[in-house]
């Protein structure tokens, strides 16, 4: 089972920064925060990860709390081709069972 | 580029068939997976393999097995396909060990059973 909880959906108005929470209350010490995107029709695509850092790099920034309770994944200027389905998972390095819950339907809206 | 090819985007069956779904991926990865993706379900584990001939069960196992016989092949198998089978199947690869982490996914393979 995941042991990650995301809403199922939200909106963003394009051009305006997209932050997706995610649950974590149980993770590890251990265990990454791993950010995947799926289009339609496509195979997910890896997005971002972090321990217990917050992280930035060309596509997003990830913000993790103190705790590692919970984390953000922040699209800081979202376009249109930004609308996905965007999974928050943990998981060990060596992820040998990286699992996926349902993920946040993310729609950027004009 | 890197590349997790996988051997059919879209298949038919009948009720019963036997089915093989192929994944190669080219980057020497030790970690290979294979999921199901259903509307409202998101990816569900079915198996994965950490090392050749090594496998695991996932969430969902029964009605599925796999086969590793060569690092860069992934093979899953439906020994006598049934309708609830039909589903978008997505393989993935994975370095493990000292990696980043990142899974690549191939392009999914629909099948339908009739």
């Known amino acids: 089972d995941a042991k990650t909880t995301q809403p199922p959906s939200m909106d963003c108005a394009e051009g305006r920064a997209a932050n997706l929470p995610c649950n974590h209350s149980t993770i590890s010490g251990n265990e990454y925060v791993y950010w995947y995107r799926q289009i339609h029709s496509q195979g997910p695509q890896y997005i971002i990860h972090g321990l217990k850092n917050n992280e930035t790099n060309e596509m997003a920034s990830l913000i993790i709390t103190e705790d590692r309770k919970s984390s953000t994944l922040i699209l800081p200027h979202a376009t249109l081709r930004d609308t996905a389905v965007y999974y928050c998972?943990?998981?060990?390095?060596?992820?040998?069972?990286?699992?996926f819950g349902a993920g946040t339907r993310l729609t950027v809206k004009p | 580029d890197v590349k997790v090819t996988q051997s059919s985007r879209y298949l038919v069956k009948r009720t019963g068939e036997k089915v093989f779904l192929e994944c190669v991926q080219d980057m020497d990865h030790e970690n290979m997976f294979w999921y199901r993706q259903d509307p409202g379900l998101g990816l569900r584990l079915i198996y994965f393999?950490?090392?050749?001939?090594?496998?695991e069960k996932g969430d969902i196992p029964e009605g599925y097995s796999v086969s590793r016989e060569k690092k860069e092949r992934f093979s899953l198998i439906l020994e006598s396909a049934s309708t609830n089978q039909t589903s978008m199947y997505l393989c993935a690869s994975s370095s493990g060990g000292s990696g980043t982490g990142e899974l690549f996914f191939g392009e999914g393979s629909r099948l339908t059973v009739l």
């Open positions: 998972i943990v998981s060990e390095a060596n992820n040998n069972d990286m699992r």
């Open positions: 393999s950490y090392d050749v001939k090594m496998k």
